[in-house]
């Protein structure tokens, strides 16, 4: 499939070198087959720049929703509502140079899980007496000290107290591989629903969202006349094909 198959408009001009262009406003949609190999690809491009310039070392992590309610609609609720809790848990720990990006996915029998690339983590996490004589805690060299835990046992722990399940895991990866491991999850099986509102793919600030291609100083139009390219060529970009001035000699609009 070439082009976005749930296309309304198309955007066109002329450009003073190559000619008249045009390309379809896709529907951007992961469920749309077309879309979600777009978005994989955009993703990909932008995750190779931003991770790899970020350097620091990676981790890949899961979280699940708890084993009590595995109901699609509830699994989706709870990793939701309790994900930013964890998150704020974790940058009280490490604070700076967390950086990260998170996805959904949708399992066959409708459960969510979230996976999740991001830096900033130590192998080790240390508990300590804060000031408020409250338990903290925070990185730790490594070592297997008394009063030390992994970042596993963290992670599960505090995943767990922060209302998601405890089948969890985090595990270092390279950085040039942490593209592919939250890329895995942009498919349209992985991203085959519906849920109003919800941002399927989201990154930390430093990381961003690739720019999708804009049509400002474009004209949108739902189809083009022969009349508005003055009947000459265009090129659509989309698929890469040149429409020759003849074609407006048998045809009123493209696409029809």
């Known amino acids: 499939m070439q082009v976005c198959p749930n296309f309304s408009l198309i955007a066109y001009r002329r450009d003073p070198i190559r000619g008249w262009l045009t390309f379809r406003l896709r529907c951007k949609s992961w469920r749309c087959p077309y879309c979600a190999i777009e978005n994989q690809k955009m993703w990909r491009k932008h995750l190779k720049h931003k991770i790899i310039d970020l350097g620091g070392e990676w981790w890949f992590g899961t979280i699940t929703a708890p084993a009590w309610d595995r109901r699609p609609e509830a699994t989706l609720y709870t990793i939701r509502l309790n994900f930013d809790r964890f998150m704020k848990r974790l940058r009280r720990v490490f604070r700076h140079g967390v950086q990260y990006v998170r996805i959904f996915e949708i399992h066959q029998k409708g459960t969510f ?144």
């Open 113 to 256: 899980h979230l996976h999740i690339v991001i830096s900033g983590l130590s192998h080790r996490i240390e508990r300590y007496t804060a000031r408020t004589g409250s338990t903290a805690f925070r990185p730790a060299p490594d070592s297997n000290k008394a009063g030390t835990w992994s970042i596993k046992t963290w992670w599960k722990k505090t995943l767990s107290k922060c209302g998601c399940g405890y089948i969890a895991d985090i595990k270092p990866i390279p950085a040039v591989q942490a593209i592919g491991y939250v890329t895995e999850y942009m498919t349209k099986q992985a991203q085959d629903y519906h849920v109003k509102n919800l941002r399927r793919v989201q990154a930390s600030r430093a990381i961003g969202s690739p720019a999708e291609k804009s049509a400002d100083r474009w004209r949108v139009e739902p189809v083009i006349y022969g009349s508005n390219v003055d009947f000459e060529k265009v090129i659509d970009i989309d698929n890469s094909t040149v429409i020759p001035s003849s074609y407006w000699l048998d045809h009123v609009t493209y696409p029809e």
